[in-house]
């Protein structure tokens, strides 16, 4: 891999789709509440392996900027994780297929959260503004859930053309 | 009761403890990811019941305001919900200890989400600024997970005194 810049893409549900969903108010809904709130029902593809369980966890990471360098992606064996930005931020997502693939990378809207499938490749959580702030959904469990892969060479991130 | 009005009260782990659990960045945390990260491990207490599942829904609901007038409560028999704002906004959370009780209100900070203990209390979705969006997590289930209750006279959730 020569070029290791990553021109990051808008977040939708059909280029997501091989690492997990897309969560956000679009769709089908269910109008409940006496018609005041829609209801977009059971959007993730929840995994929490043969030993663990669910749990909700809030993380509070500093920002990040473009263009941003790293070596460092993670898994998760054991289970899906769900990252719910608690303010109207996009923020950076990056997914690989694997140690010898190039990564690749999105840029959330407001109003979108997501859900990695258990066992996808992905970069440490990168808000791009404060408060960098997220409900994690992901599995709590008796064993070792993260593997780590670190590139020889950085990738970085760099900002879409405006 | 002769008094129907309600006034919120700061929303606190403590005051909220007998229907639920407050969700923020506060108290004990690992660090992850190279140090970037506080994760705040664990904090809700999930129940979904012998034959439910976790879901992530997305809520869209229409803004209230204060005073509020509401007669409606209702409970999930089934399971546990957590409601994350996805927004920088607190919002008004009802709980009451049942039919014959008179409810109590919350307001929340920016930055705090709760979980309802399965079985409580409580009023519908009530944001207070747009957007009035949610992520919830909830039991996905087979069967019946609704119960409501309708108050012959209303209550007036007021506002705080500032």
Chains 1, 2 share one sequence.
């Not at 920002?63 to 990252?83: D, N, T, V």
């Not at 190039?102 to 997501?114: C, D």
Request: proline content about 10%; aromatic content about 10%; glycine content about 8%.
């Amino acid at each position: 891999m020569t070029d290791r810049r990553i021109t990051p893409e808008p977040l939708t549900a059909e280029a997501f789709a091989p690492w997990g969903e897309l969560l956000e108010a679009t769709g089908e809904f269910r109008l409940i509440n006496e018609g005041w709130c829609q209801r977009h029902n059971d959007r993730a593809k929840l995994d929490f392996g043969p030993e663990g369980r669910a749990g909700i966890s809030v993380f509070s990471a500093r920002p990040r900027s473009l263009p941003y360098e790293f070596r460092l992606i993670e898994r998760h064996p054991e289970g899906s994780q769900a990252f719910i930005p608690m303010s109207e931020h996009g923020f950076l997502i990056i997914v690989s297929d694997g140690p010898e693939a190039k990564p690749r990378a999105f840029l959330s809207a407001p109003g979108q959260a997501i859900n990695f499938h258990r066992g996808t490749w992905h970069g440490v959580l990168t808000p791009l503004q404060a408060p960098g702030l997220f409900a994690v959904v992901d599995r709590i469990g008796p064993t070792p859930n993260l593997e780590e892969f670190t590139y020889d060479q950085p990738f970085t991130v760099i900002a879409p053309e405006s």
